[in-house]
Every structure is written in structure tokens, then in C-alpha cells.
């Protein structure tokens, strides 16, 4: 039953490990979808 859990295990790391990978190398987010600075500071909150 310990070999199920431990084949698991590895599984999940290396799909977390290879996410990880992917998203490293993915392009730059355009400017357009960066999010804005807050323009409410001074609003009083």
C-alpha cells in the first residue's frame, strides 16, 4: 500500500516541478494585462 502513496508522491512532484518549469519560461506579461497602481490612496481609508 506504501508503494501507491510513494509512486503518488513522485507524481505530484514531478508535475508541480515541471509546472514550475513552464511557467518560468513562458513569455513576459504584456503591459496591457499588468494591473494598474491603486488610484484611491487618497480617498481617506
Known sequence: MWI???????LFVLGSALLLLRSANMPKIPAQ???KPYDDDDSGW
Request: charged share 10%.
Open 33 to 35: 494585462l499588468k494591473s
Open 4 to 10: 501507491i502513496i510513494f509512486i503518488v508522491a513522485v
